[in-house]
C-alpha cells in the first residue's frame, strides 16, 4: 500500500492511496478520532468514513493531512477541512474550547475551498481560495486560528503580504508559522523562545 506518513510528536497519520484516513500513536484528548479506553493505539487503525458525516454518498479522497500536538486537521477532496481533538486554544476553528473526539467540519471554512492544512502545537493554518468571488483579488489566501493567532475562529491573516498575495504554502511550527507567497515572499511569525 502506497502511505504518506505525517508526523507528530505524539502519534503518526498515514494517508493511502485508496483514501482512507489511519491513524495511530497517543490518544489523550482524542486525535486518533477513538473513542473509548485506548490511550494509545499501537496498531494502525482506519477512521470510518461515517465519522465525516458526508450525507451526500459522496466518495471523498483526502488531499492533506497535518497533526498537531494533540488536534489533527484534514482536507477532503472536495475542499473541506475537518478537524479533531484538543481544543484548549481554539485549534479546531469551532468557536469553542471544547475538545472533539470526532471529526468536525470547520464550518466558518465553508465559503472557502481549502487547498492544504498545517498544524502546530496548539493552532492550525490552511491555505484557500474563495469558492465564490468575493471581492478579494486574491485566489490563495492564508487563515489562521489557534494560540497566538488572535481567534478560535479561522481568520484571514495578511500580515506583510498585500491582499493580491498568492499563498503558496504554509508551515506551522510548535509555536510559530511560516507562510510562503507565489513571488517568494517568506513570512514567519510566532514564539521566538525555546518551547518546552
Not at 506518513?5 to 482524542?30: C, E, F, M, Q
Not at 499501537?42 to 451526500?56: A, E, V
Not at 479522497?61 to 482536507?75: F, L, N, P, Q, S
Request: proline share 5%.
Amino acid at each position: 500500500m502506497d502511505v504518506d506518513d505525517v508526523l507528530s510528536n505524539l502519534r503518526v497519520v498515514g494517508v493511502p492511496t485508496k483514501s482512507a484516513i489511519y491513524i495511530w500513536g497517543y490518544n489523550h484528548s482524542g486525535q486518533t478520532a477513538r473513542k473509548g479506553k485506548e490511550c494509545h493505539l499501537r496498531i494502525p487503525k482506519s477512521l470510518p468514513p461515517k465519522l465525516f458525516k458526508l450525507g451526500n454518498g459522496k466518495s471523498l479522497r483526502w488531499t492533506d493531512i497535518a497533526c498537531g500536538r494533540e488536534h489533527t486537521a484534514a482536507v477532503a477532496s472536495d475542499g473541506s477541512l475537518f478537524t479533531w481533538g484538543a481544543n484548549e486554544f481554539g485549534q479546531l476553528g469551532d468557536g469553542t474550547e471544547d475538545s472533539a473526539k470526532e471529526p468536525k467540519k470547520v464550518k466558518s471554512l465553508e465559503t472557502e475551498f481549502v487547498k492544504s492544512v498545517s498544524c502546530g502545537a496548539h493552532c492550525t493554518a490552511a491555505v484557500a481560495e474563495p469558492r465564490e468571488n468575493d471581492g478579494t483579488v486574491s485566489k490563495s489566501r492564508l487563515w489562521v486560528w489557534g494560540q497566538n493567532q488572535g481567534s478560535d475562529y479561522p481568520r484571514l491573516f495578511w500580515g506583510a503580504f498585500t491582499p493580491n498575495t498568492v499563498i503558496k504554502q504554509v508551515s506551522c511550527g510548535a509555536v510559530h508559522v511560516m507562510a510562503l507567497s507565489e513571488d517568494g515572499l517568506l513570512q514567519a511569525w510566532g514564539t521566538v523562545q525555546p518551547y518546552s
